[in-house]
Structures are given as structure tokens and as C-alpha cells.
């Protein structure tokens, strides 16, 4: 196995959270990162360290989701490999470890009775620590479970470490309500952390995504990538739906970064809708945006979709693009309700306060004649320049330490007050009228 590389100070911090709890009361600890970024390495770092101490650990999977308690029990038995369990004295416990009632005849128990014979068990083998990976795929009983023990774990030196990948995670999904005491966020490697490897361009190929990393290590010298890997990105890709992996295919032959506007023109698609999908992709991973534009989070995914395209369907991508006619026509056509272009080929902007009282609304294609008429606050100011710079609401969120939602608002606040249908277009009217800069 290739040595961990980064993560010194997100392994050094969970371990003294992992030490502190095992030595105090039970504490619930979560990892969380974008797919490949080495959330369940982390883990197999953590649980190689961990000595003196019962370990248990389990995978939550999507597709036993139905079935309540399967990874907490997983990781119980994990734990307490080795170890006779009294079944009499823990019969509530078979709610959660069935096993425990094969000798006995049936009995029902009421739940909360389980959760109590499952804080007594890890109170009874403690020192204890449980290594849930996936837990976005967790059943609601074992989420619950998890609760219950963090509330009533003062006393119990034990330790549950959750892992969660951010973008199987939205908002809306249960395992958002855990209150974790410690949360530790992987990014991306920076290119110091993949210097050490020797390799020239490593960085600018993987974007620091560990995974990545790993394959070009893999890869060798060679410029192709293996079969398996590549179709494990597709595949991924393919994940996303009909029309993101229409966009991305697309989006692999234009130069970075790009816009909008000629990926609406070469798919033939409601402009409002790709940019829609492209901001959905930047939430995802898979995008981020660049300035007034996109571009690819790896340029390593680019050239796997770009290799993926025969000659001929970039032949065609690129001559629709070419074609001068269709492509004012067609602008025209998916120009955000169908307002005339600017001498740049883009939608004109229309004034922010409307018309005036017995007047025609009318269109401004110059950028010093479409100020903002109402001006953004400080915070709307600072969240501008936050988004230009391509951050997501939930790392604006962190930064600025207040929820997503409230940054939600600010965003669309800002929208309203620039008269703009998206974040690109918001960045791209914020440059123009040098509010970022």
C-alpha cells in the first residue's frame, strides 16, 4: 500500500479526539469528503493506530437501507470478535444482534429497552470504537441509535467515527441531523503534499484528488489510462443523468474555461437549463466555477469523456459551434427569455428597477448603462466575492460562519439585485461593473 500522503494534521486531530473520548465520555466524530478524496483511507489509518481499544467497523450500503440496524450490528460484532455475550441478560439487545435470541423463544421489546441494552454493552467493553463508513447509506435505526448513544454516552470512554461523502449528503438527507462533536472536512491535496512524488504535472493532471493521484502512480509512464479506471469515471459520470453526461461529452471539447452560452448552442438546449445542470455539476464536484465561466475540477475527467468521443461526434460538436448563421440564430433563440444580444453575442440585461410608470421596458446592451440600481449590502458584497471566486454555498457557509440557508438568500438577494438568471451570469455582471475585480 502507497503511504498515506497529507492528512498528517486530519489523522493527528481525530486520533487526539478518538484518545480524549476514550478516555472520557463517548463522543460522535464524522469525516467528510467528496468521493475520492480518501475519506475511508483515512479511516483505515485511524483504526491501524488505535491500540488498547475494542475496534469495530462496518460499510453502510444503499441497497440495505430497508433493513434497520445492519451496519450498527455489523460493527458490534466486528468489535466483540471473541467475546460471549450473555444473551439472557441482554435479551432487548436482539432487536439489534438477533443472533443473540437463536436459543430462546421469541420476545418482543419495546426499542428504547434495545438502545439502553446498547448503551450497557458499550459501557460494559468500553474502551470501545465503532468505524461507520458511509453513513449517508445508513438505515434510519441505526442513525437513531447513533443519537441515542451520543446522548447518553456521559461517563462511557468510547468513540463513533462516521464517514460521509459530501455530495451523497445534501442538505435534506437525515444523517444532516447527527450533531457530531467533530467534524473533519478532507480537501483536495495541495501541490506541495503531491511534490514529494517526483512526478512534473501531477498536480495540474489529478487537481489533488488522492484517488487520481493513485492511478497516475499506477499508470507509470504511460499516457492512457487503465480500462477499468476509465470506466469507472464514466460510469460515475453516466450516474448524473441523460443530460449531464450529454453536457460533460460536450463540455470535454471546448477550452477552459468555458460558458454557457456555445454548450446551450452545440447540444441545442434551453441555455437556462444547462446552466442550471452546470451549476448542479459544480455542486457534485465534477465542475467548478471559473470566473465568469466553468471548467473541469480534473482535468484528468476531461480527457477520459474526451477520449470517450469519436471523431465524428467532435467533428459535428465543433462544427455547430463554427456556424456563424445558426449560431446568431440559435443565440437569439436561447437567450434567458428571449431578449436581444449585446454586441458580445450575450443576452442583454434589462435595467434592474424596470419600467417607469408609462414606459416600455426596454434592454441595455452596455455594460456602464446596466448598474445595479439597488446597491448590494456589505454582507451580499462579501458573499459576491465569495461566489466569483467559485465557492460553493456550503464552504461560503463555513467560512463565514453562518448556515447554508442564509447564504441561499444572500445569493439570491444577489441575483435580484444584478438581474442575473444564474451565479455565472451574476460573476460575469459583478466583472463588467467592477464590484469584483
Not at 203 to 212: A, E, K
Not at 249 to 276: C, G, Y
Not at 405 to 432: F, M, W
Request: net charge neutral.
Amino acid at each position: 500500500m502507497i503511504r498515506l500522503l497529507g492528512r498528517t494534521s486530519e489523522l493527528e486531530t481525530l486520533e487526539r479526539a478518538v484518545r480524549q473520548a476514550c478516555e472520557g465520555s463517548l463522543a460522535l466524530l464524522q469525516v467528510e469528503a467528496e468521493t475520492g478524496l480518501g475519506k475511508t483511507r483515512l479511516l483505515d489509518e485511524l483504526a491501524a493506530g488505535l491500540a488498547g481499544v475494542r475496534v469495530g467497523r462496518a460499510t453502510c450500503s444503499a441497497l440495505e437501507q430497508h433493513l434497520p440496524y445492519v451496519p450498527l450490528a455489523a460493527a458490534l460484532r466486528d468489535a466483540l470478535q471473541g467475546i460471549e455475550l450473555d444473551s439472557r441478560q441482554l435479551r432487548p439487545l436482539r432487536r439489534i444482534l438477533p443472533e443473540l435470541s437463536l436459543s430462546d423463544p421469541p420476545q418482543q421489546f419495546a426499542e428504547v429497552d434495545a438502545l439502553e441494552a446498547l448503551v450497557g454493552l458499550v459501557a460494559e467493553q468500553a474502551p470501545l470504537v465503532l468505524l461507520l463508513d458511509d453513513l449517508h447509506w445508513a438505515d434510519p435505526h441505526t442513525l437513531a441509535a447513533l443519537s441515542y448513544l451520543q446522548r447518553r454516552g456521559a461517563g462511557i470512554p468510547a468513540a463513533v467515527v462516521t464517514a460521509i461523502r459530501s455530495e451523497q449528503a445534501p442538505p435534506d438527507r437525515r444523517v444532516r441531523r447527527m450533531r457530531p462533536e467533530l467534524v473533519v472536512r478532507l480537501q483536495p491535496l495541495s501541490p506541495a503534499e503531491v511534490a514529494p512524488l517526483g512526478i512534473p504535472g501531477l498536480h495540474d493532471l489529478t487537481g489533488g484528488n488522492p484517488r487520481f493521484v493513485l492511478e497516475a502512480i499506477a499508470n507509470g509512464n504511460r499516457p492512457e489510462l487503465s480500462a477499468a479506471f476509465s470506466e469507472m469515471l464514466l460510469a460515475q459520470c453516466r450516474t448524473e443523468g441523460a443530460l449531464a453526461y450529454r453536457l460533460l461529452l460536450a463540455v470535454s471539447t471546448l477550452v477552459q474555461p468555458f460558458e454557457p452560452e456555445p454548450l446551450a448552442i452545440m447540444l441545442q438546449v434551453d441555455l437556462a437549463k444547462v446552466v442550471d445542470e452546470l451549476e448542479r455539476l459544480c455542486e457534485r464536484g465534477i465542475l467548478r466555477i471559473d470566473g465568469p465561466g466553468f471548467r473541469f475540477r480534473y482535468q484528468l475527467l476531461r480527457g477520459v469523456l474526451l477520449a470517450n468521443l469519436s471523431p465524428a461526434r467532435q467533428r459535428m460538436l465543433s462544427q455547430r459551434l463554427r456556424a456563424p448563421d445558426e449560431l446568431d440564430e440559435r443565440r437569439s433563440a436561447l437567450s434567458i427569455g428571449a431578449a436581444p444580444l449585446n454586441e458580445r453575442g450575450r443576452p442583454a440585461r434589462m435595467f434592474e428597477h424596470g419600467p417607469a410608470a408609462g414606459q416600455t421596458a426596454t434592454w441595455s446592451s452596455s455594460p456602464a448603462a446596466a448598474g445595479p440600481v439597488v446597491p448590494l449590502t456589505e454582507r451580499e458584497l462579501e458573499v459576491l466575492h465569495l461566489v466569483a471566486a467559485g465557492k460553493r454555498n456550503r464552504d461560503i457557509a463555513d467560512e463565514l460562519y453562518v448556515t447554508r440557508d442564509t447564504i441561499k438568500k444572500h445569493v439570491t438577494h444577489i441575483l435580484d439585485k444584478l438581474g442575473a438568471a444564474s451565479r455565472t451570469q451574476a460573476t460575469a455582471r459583478a466583472y463588467e461593473i467592477g464590484l469584483v475585480g
